[in-house]
């Protein structure tokens, strides 16, 4: 395997952003593709014993992660730039090694598709993190339902479907929440099951249409992916496939924002506008334009800022992972803003990170009160979740004056060259390890 990629290496985690202020961006984005189909996908190769292709795939210290995890499981892959070819032809006894799948909550996805495959797969419980506790209950009953025997014993998910006929059986699932894993996990389980599976409730995000194309491209029957009601008709086995990611909405939202919090005109492509219409239609409720030059292309022209109200959602509803970097910049608009977050229960720390800034955001349980102010001002602050750490970048962006943000990982995991595209924007960004930077900011040093 490859391993010429991010890697979250000590003395990375050591490193600090620095984010010089008031800056004005211009130009155009590429947009990469899409973590959270990349993930789901990577696990979705496990279904395929021959080779598969896979596109348009995002330099990630999680895609890297998710690698370490598949070639772990006896997957051969290697990596191509944007590309990575994949054979899961000969994978070994099911069991994902736990100081791997520990650092990657997505790793979780394997135990569908090895489930299906091989009738077996131990996988570790995925630890919670900072925005929750991320159980995966959903994804077991639904395994259950399907006709596997899963225990839970010292942290390790086994599922075994060998002692009722070594093949998983279609079934009727409901889930009690449209969850974006669970959804995922079933669909994956029941392209090789027996006869015909039905999810009702599930969740309909462009990264779940996705997997389904996937696995369609494959050879799956799949019916009514991006509906709350999905249909898999099992069949014996699944063939090679040449495919490309879509590209990310929430990278894609990410970068919106950056072009209004710093009232600058971007363009950025490609992107899928019906995959961000909640985020568009936000940001024009602020106030700020948003013009679909071609049908993947889109601009941002900026304009004074107004305060709305947001609430989280599954999707079509507004995308949690959008969340801290919409309080960013709803944090600069007048008036009152009141963000809801209804998705996942710990998913409001950024609040105390922008309040360092000289925000006014009050938190009451899973409500933010956000008062706008004319100006944040540059601050030492701290990255608690990947999208926490995206929306303290632009909080930077707009403040007087330099913010230093920690935490860099979190930042490593979900954005492909975040700071390179801003830097190339305009943007005025550099990571440095701290002692440089004590050196830098002395007296002798020559301070930027
Ligand atoms: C996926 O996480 C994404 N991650 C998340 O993106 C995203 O925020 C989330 O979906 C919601 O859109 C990947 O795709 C790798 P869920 P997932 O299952 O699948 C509860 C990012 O920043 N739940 O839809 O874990 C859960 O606790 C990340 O890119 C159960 O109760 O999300 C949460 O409250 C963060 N039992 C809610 O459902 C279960 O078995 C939504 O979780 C599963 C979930």
Not at 9 to 15: D, M, Y
């Amino acid at each position: 395997m490859n391993l010429t990629e991010p890697q979250s290496l000590p003395e990375q985690e050591a490193q600090v952003l620095q984010v010089w202020g008031r800056a004005s961006l211009q130009g155009h984005v590429k947009i990469s593709g899409a973590k959270n189909s990349a993930l789901a996908i990577m696990a979705g190769t496990l279904l395929c014993p021959q080779a598969c292709r896979i596109r348009n795939l995002p330099s990630l210290v999680d895609v890297t992660r998710m690698s370490e995890v598949l070639s772990a499981l006896g997957v051969q892959l290697e990596r191509d730039g944007d590309i990575l070819d994949v054979n899961a032809g000969d994978i070994g006894n099911g069991s994902a090694p736990y100081e791997l799948v520990s650092r990657l909550r997505a790793s979780f996805f394997v135990i569908g598709p090895l489930l299906a495959r091989l009738g077996v797969a131990h996988v570790p419980l995925p630890g919670g993190c900072a925005i929750g506790a991320r159980p995966v209950d959903l994804h077991v009953r639904g395994l259950q339902a399907m006709g596997a025997e899963v225990r839970i014993e010292h942290g390790m998910v086994q599922a075994d479907v060998r002692g009722r006929g070594g093949k998983l059986q279609g079934g009727k699932i409901y889930l009690d929440y449209p969850s974006v894993g669970a959804t995922e996990t079933l669909i994956m389980a029941a392209t090789l099951a027996e006869g015909e599976t039905q999810i009702e409730n599930a969740a309909q995000e462009p990264e779940v249409v996705d997997l389904a194309h996937f696995c369609r491209a494959m050879g799956a029957k799949i019916r009514g992916a991006g509906t709350n009601t999905i249909l898999i008709s099992g069949v014996e086995r699944l063939h090679a496939v040449d495919y490309s990611i879509i590209p990310d909405r929430i990278e894609a939202g990410t970068l919106l924002v950056a072009g209004a919090i710093t009232h600058s005109e971007l363009s950025l492509s490609p992107v899928v506008p019906e995959h961000i219409s909640p985020v568009i239609a936000k940001l024009r409720a602020i106030g700020v334009k948003i013009i679909a030059e071609t049908p993947d292309h889109l601009r941002v022209i900026p304009g004074a800022l107004r305060a709305t109200d947001i609430e989280t959602l599954p999707y079509p509803g507004f995308p949690t992972d959008l969340q801290a970097q919409f309080m960013a910049l709803l944090s600069l608009s007048e008036g009152n803003s009141l963000i809801t977050e209804t998705v996942f229960e710990n998913r409001l720390r950024h609040v105390a990170e922008l309040n360092r800034m000289g925000a006014n955001i009050r938190v009451k349980g899973r409500h933010a009160i956000v008062h706008g102010v004319p100006m944040l001002s540059g601050a030492p602050v701290v990255a608690t979740d990947l999208r926490a750490s995206a929306a303290l970048v632009l909080a930077g962006l707009a403040a007087e004056g330099k913010t230093t943000l920690q935490g860099l990982s979190h930042l490593d995991r979900g954005y492909e060259n975040l700071e390179s595209k801003l830097r190339q924007l305009g943007g005025n960004l550099q990571r440095v390890t701290p002692e440089a930077k004590e050196r830098e900011d002395s007296p002798s040093g020559v301070a930027q």
